[in-house]
T-cell receptor, first 114, second 113 residues
């Protein structure tokens, strides 16, 4: 069994300030990790993923996340946020090999304040 | 462009009525999924299908039914047995291999009249 905990339901931050959205997971096996973004009244879009290799992964729009196995975390960071980053962000985890169910966190709403 | 199309965008259900949500994909993906999204609860898996003519219950399948007669299509029926159907429903697809990300449609918002 696996689970995902997103510790903050809402995160307000001023424009051009840095932000960190926290994600911790629990699993008895090795995992793949994902961050998805959801804009209002839309589906989820993949932001970035960790499958293997470098523990630091980056997205094309300036977000990055670091896989920390010892702390079972996959926090999402951006050094300077923009108004357009206002959205809900979901952390997700799946096991390795064959078909594996994806478990999503409850989401963190990022509100960027002008 | 390849993607997932969900229709309708908004749907209203009367008491005792079954309604069907459409989901079509042209990504040539083997696996398809239905999720229910409620405020503060994230995404909960209703049903999933790894291959045509086969599907499995997810965590909250009661009151829902699906079919997978074609690779491209995975319709969800919300039956009258689902007593609290008001939610945002999301369809997704993936290659079905581990690590393959899910691609989502833009959702259907279902409300009770």
């Amino acid at each position: 069994a696996q689970s995902v905990t997103q510790l903050d339901s809402q995160v307000p931050v001023f424009e051009e300030a840095p932000v960190e959205l926290r994600c911790n997971y629990s699993s008895s096996v090795s995992v793949y990790l994902f961050w998805y973004v959801q804009y209002p009244n839309q589906g989820l879009q993949l932001l970035l993923k960790y499958l293997s290799g470098s523990t630091l992964v980056e997205s094309i729009n300036g977000f990055e996340a670091e896989f920390n196995k010892s702390q079972t975390s996959f926090h999402l960071r951006k050094p300077s946020v923009h108004i357009s980053d206002t959205a809900e962000y979901f952390c997700a985890v799946s096991g390795l090999g064959g078909y594996q169910k994806v478990t999503f966190g409850i989401g963190t709403k990022l509100q960027v304040i002008p | 462009d390849g993607g997932i199309t969900q229709s309708p965008k908004y749907l209203f259900r009367k008491e005792g009525q079954n309604v069907t949500l459409s989901c079509e994909q042209n990504l040539n993906h083997d696996a398809m999924y239905w999720y229910r999204q409620d405020p503060g609860q994230g995404l909960r898996l209703i049903y999933y299908s790894q291959i045509v003519n086969d599907f499995q219950k997810g965590d909250i399948a009661e009151g829902y039914s699906v079919s997978r007669e074609k690779k491209e299509s995975f319709p969800l029926t919300v039956t009258s047995a689902q007593k609290n159907p008001t939610a945002f429903y999301l369809c997704a697809s993936s290659t079905g291999t581990a690590g393959g990300p899910q691609h989502f449609g833009d959702g259907t918002r279902l409300s009770i009249l």
